[in-house]
């Protein structure tokens, strides 16, 4: 079990940024959910575009269903237009009978079936409508559900050298953000696709069928909409995406300066703050004017250009009637259609824009889907239900990068029991040795050996199920405590879970807290003191019953009384079992069985804690660098 802090990241473009008392960030920024930019393009568009078609194979039948009522849905629509104007023609010939004194007058009773006969195209077009949008809706909550079910498994599948080289925040852009940009596009986009293509296709059969000249007028003005949009579009853009940039340096600095304040007063770093914030403000203004300036325009420009079509069309259509070669409804008709053929074209703009995003989305998801996965245990892996917590590393070779070496031949034997202890400075392998044996990673050259078995000849999860860790840095999970105590093991019952507690020393605090064991916890816990969270993950461990321990400094970040019961509770936890302590206060580790110094990735001194000291080494040389003011020479 790897219990982990929540990695935090600073905002390296802040120049305060180092007066925060944080994890260092990661060696280069992730992007959190809402980070992909407007016109983010992908690299293999095609590519990207065939493996999300992928996705919707399963689903090409109902696919098709969709497509033709999205298309049925809009022609029956086309014709309305057309035949409302027959009603607007009968009503005006009407109108001209009562003016010449004809008694027949208004045919009510023939505009009444001519309006019946658009409100049944109408309700025929709204039903397929209606239809297509649920068959659609469903097929993108399944896709939508595949899609996350198969990155939730490959998160599971992934080595831990992909979370050391990916920030914590692309992994959640790729799960939420990407998906859900994909899911939008799917939800709406396939369907407005057809629909625009057959909006526009009808109509201007529609237009061509009253009147070619003035169809020939009145799509004069499309180009010159969409060259206006173009040139709109291109100057904003840019304005957009430094708008963006700059509002998530905003709240990069926010945060950091809120979630730092105390350091940025105890430093009198509120003047330099504030400057850097305006600084920030200032620019954020200035795109932020500029993009909703330009974007604010596109609308009264459009109608200007479109206006003009419709006059020109009107004197035109005017004329025509006169001659009586058009009628009013004719004229009404066209104008409708005129105006509903350039709504998609504009989408259609819009849809290659977002078809863009959405393969950049997709992209984004399917490299994460492409990574190379852990190597799988194989068929014949043990299964051991107990081991006595033997340990052997065997000429163990291992390194981050190939030919990067941090452990090199390295050789140890620990058997039943004893507890050893691991100390040298940062870098020197430390954490490392530890994580070859939870096989987090996999050595390059030796073998470690738990009861003379080859690690890699046991399930993961067998293995792991051998071994606890108790870290420096704690996780909590939102629940209860009872809950993140089960952790531990899950089939526990409610007295096996106090009982873990109590001999973690965590069982008087808990009773005190609101709620007890059924107190939730927060997402971060921190309605827990520090100590209160090393003691819970001890009593999860505990409840583990582990076979072989591992256990980092616990006791670095809280006070002395706390410190003492979580020093008796780890003493306690490590009876009867294989214990390795990563120290980092060397003297806590006083009691050790064996102190393993560790400097380059190998075992420069080893021993007792009495006879390290006497050698005078490097042991020595750490140790009094630590308690020079408190310790005499041996």
Do not use: C
Not at 145 to 170: A, N, T
């Amino acid at each position: 079990m790897n219990h982990q802090q929540k990695p935090t990241t600073t905002n390296t473009n802040n120049p305060y940024a180092n007066t925060q008392a944080k994890v260092a960030p990661p060696t280069h920024r992730g992007r959190g959910p809402g980070s992909m930019m407007p016109g983010e393009k992908a690299r293999n568009f095609k590519g990207s575009m065939k493996q999300l078609i992928g996705y919707l194979g399963p689903h090409r039948w109902l696919i098709l269903m969709m497509l033709l009522m999205a298309a049925g849905g809009t022609v029956f629509s086309i014709f309305g237009p057309r035949t409302l104007g027959q009603a607007t023609t009968e009503l005006y010939a009407g109108v001209l009978r009562m003016v010449q004194g004809n008694p027949l007058g208004i045919d009510l009773a023939k505009i009444g079936a001519i309006l019946a006969r658009v409100l049944l195209l109408y309700a025929i077009s709204s039903l397929l409508g209606l239809l297509q949008g649920l068959i659609m809706s469903k097929i993108s909550a399944e896709i939508t559900y595949k899609m996350r079910k198969d990155i939730s498994e490959k998160l599971e599948k992934l080595p831990l050298g992909y979370f050391d080289r990916v920030s914590q925040g692309d992994v959640l852009s790729r799960v939420t953000n990407d998906v859900d940009v994909i899911s939008t596009t799917l939800n709406q986009s396939l369907s407005e696709i057809i629909t625009s293509l057959t909006r526009i296709i009808g109509v201007l059969v529609m237009m061509l069928s009253i009147n070619l000249l003035m169809t020939l007028i009145g799509l004069v003005m499309v180009p010159l909409v969409m060259l206006v949009v173009r040139l709109i579009v291109g100057k904003s853009q840019g304005h957009f995406r430094r708008q963006q940039e700059y509002l998530g340096r905003i709240n990069g600095h926010v945060e950091e300066m809120y979630g730092a304040h105390l350091v940025v007063k105890a430093y009198n770093g509120e003047q330099g703050s504030v400057a850097h914030f305006e600084s920030l403000n200032e620019t954020l203004f200035t795109s932020a004017w500029l993009a909703q300036f330009l974007s604010n325009m596109m609308m009264p420009v459009t109608r200007f250009f479109s206006n003009l079509g419709y006059i020109a069309v009107a004197i035109l259509g005017g004329y025509l009637t006169t001659q009586n070669r058009l009628t009013i409804g004719d004229i009404q008709a066209f104008i409708q259609y005129l105006r509903s053929f350039q709504q998609p074209l504009m989408q259609i703009a819009n849809i290659a824009n977002v078809l863009q995003q959405t393969a950049a989305a997709a992209e984004r998801v399917f490299e994460f889907l492409n990574e190379d996965e852990m190597e799988p245990d194989s068929a014949e892996a043990l299964t051991l239900e107990k081991v006595r917590g033997r340990v052997e590393f065997r000429n163990v070779w291992f390194g981050y990068h190939p030919n990067e070496y941090v452990i090199q031949d390295f050789s140890l034997v620990v058997e039943p029991g004893q507890k050893i202890a691991i100390v040298g400075p940062t870098g020197a392998g430390k954490t490392t040795l530890v994580n070859l044996l939870m096989r987090f990673y996999d050595i390059q050259r030796g073998e470690i050996l738990i009861d003379d078995i080859n690690i890699k000849d046991m399930t993961r999860e067998n293995l792991r199920s051998h071994l606890a860790m108790v870290l420096q840095h704690t996780w909590l999970f939102n629940g209860t405590i009872r809950e993140n105590i089960r952790y531990g093991r899950q089939d526990a019952s409610d007295e096996e879970v106090v009982r873990a507690a109590d001999m973690a020393y965590a069982d008087h605090f808990i009773r005190t807290l609101p709620g007890g064991y059924d107190m939730v916890l927060n997402e971060d816990a921190t309605n827990v003191s520090a100590g209160q969270k090393q003691l819970l993950t001890i009593a999860r461990a505990v409840l583990a019953d582990p076979s072989i321990l591992i256990l980092d400094e616990a006791t670095s970040s809280v006070d002395t009384r706390t410190e003492v019961l979580i020093q008796k509770a780890m003493d306690k936890l490590m009876v009867g079992r294989t214990s390795f302590v990563i120290a980092h206060r060397l003297s806590t580790i006083r009691n050790a069985d064996r102190i393993l110094v560790l400097r380059g990735g190998n075992i420069v001194e080893q021993g007792s804690h009495e006879e390290l000291l006497a050698r005078k080494g490097f042991y020595h040389e750490l140790y009094h660098s630590q308690f020079l003011q408190a310790t005499e020479e041996p």
